[in-house]
């Protein structure tokens, strides 16, 4: 990629996350890193440990999206089958990295099993991403980014990598009613319509003692959001307004 | 549908998931409800508020699950377009319900605005499904279940829906050990190969004092859940195993 991604994916594996016994935090997590590098998440998959699923994933959202991040199925057990899948889904053969190995060696020491040099096993012709600070890699085939399920590990790597996604950045603005949608719904519709380049969200509220109804306006373009929420305060009576962000 | 659903899937839609501005409480709860009702969560979507996008994965989840749950976008306002969405993924139109709109016109009374009854706007052939306590009626069309994305709105509604749902209960056993995965890996695997209907999962902890890995033996054999339970204790060093349950 020569240039920044402008939209992305995810795709969470982990029968854990679909049976309830774990919640998922990463997902939480990538979608405010990428909004904040100007990424736009378009879709997010959570899919069981299963190969040929995430096989046929990968391969779609890749082609349909900038870049696609991967969370799970990374480790040493027979439920860590991400890198198979990726592999499978790319055509290629899976390889013992060099440099993996090597690392796997000296931070593993005597305990070194073969079940742990598993996790130097990368599809052919990944990039290995790391640097002096986080020295376990990041692997990366084609447009996706393989990361760990656990959350701290995710959130200890992606900082070595979010310099690559870094977009312009989008604008938002925010306008707090105390207007029920049914009431909104028309003067929203004169917004949308009077400002296309300007995304538009109405949220509900059913227990916040100060507002019911939070709308949130965004763009790249600040002019144009600047310009939609004054057009959207003067539509509305002064007294529904509680607050304007 | 005349037997209760095997396996499930959910379609989650909302542009403020995928931009960060809310973290998603509705998957969390659904599966761990489904799981206690015995339905196999089988894949999660998150998307934004995109009719086109939403109506080509309803109609895929539809096909592949036997029952799929919505949440979000259903509302008056212009990026509530669930709705007109999944009636599109089944070439239906969309029509007014009658009870819905005497339902919407007792509620609101006098502050009733046109758009308050765009909530009664139904795909054609819809099933609404409510009951003494819970008034506010879910929608379901063909094998999909339409539910909002309000958290306390879902919590609400779900229960008056549940035992549609219910299934053969699974068993679930769990062995916490000091072990780490890569020692693991060698029994975990003859458990996996002996027992082939029992799924077990492994899943490390970083920092909790009491153990190192939890691994978890499901099915819905009763049986095979202890006599894989058994089998794995039996394989382990006894002083590597902090708890079994």
């Known amino acids: 990629m020569t240039s920044p991604p ?15 016994k774990i919640v998922d ?16 998440l378009e879709r997010v998959l959570i899919v069981p440990d299963d190969v040929d699923v995430i096989a046929r ?11 696609v991040f991967t969370t799970g199925g990374v480790g040493p057990t027979h ?7 990726i ?6 053969a899976v390889v013992r990295a060099p440099e993996f190995e090597t690392l796997l060696r000296e931070l593993y020491g005597s305990r070194l099993t073969d079940a742990h040099l598993r996790m130097a096993d990368v599809p052919e012709g990944s990039e290995l991403v790391s640097n002096e600070q986080v020295r376990w890699p990041t692997i990366r085939i084609e447009n996706v980014y393989v990361f760990p399920g656990i959350p701290e590990i995710f959130r200890a790597k992606f900082p070595v990598l979010r310099d690559r996604f870094r977009q312009d950045p989008w604008h938002l603005r925010m306008v707090f009613t105390k207007l029920d949608e049914g009431f909104l719904k028309g ?11 300007v995304q538009v969200g109405s949220y509900p509220r059913l227990s916040d003692p100060e507002y ?30 509680v607050r304007v962000a």
């Open 6 to 20: 402008r939209n992305a994916a995810a795709l969470v594996i982990g029968n854990e996350l679909l049976s309830g």
């Open 25 to 40: 935090a990463n997902i939480p997590y990538l979608a405010r890193e990428l909004r904040e590098l100007g990424v736009a």
């Open 57 to 67: 994933d990968v391969r779609a959202l890749s082609e349909a999206h900038d870049v």
């Open 79 to 85: 439920d860590d089958v991400t890198i198979e899948a």
């Open 87 to 92: 592999a499978k889904a790319f055509g290629r």
């Open 187 to 197: 003067p929203l519709d004169r917004i949308v319509a009077q400002f296309p380049t």
């Open 212 to 241: 019911y109804v939070k709308i949130t306006l965004e763009a790249k373009d600040r002019v144009a959001v600047d310009d939609a929420t004054e057009a959207l305060v003067a539509s509305l009576p002064p007294e529904a307004i």
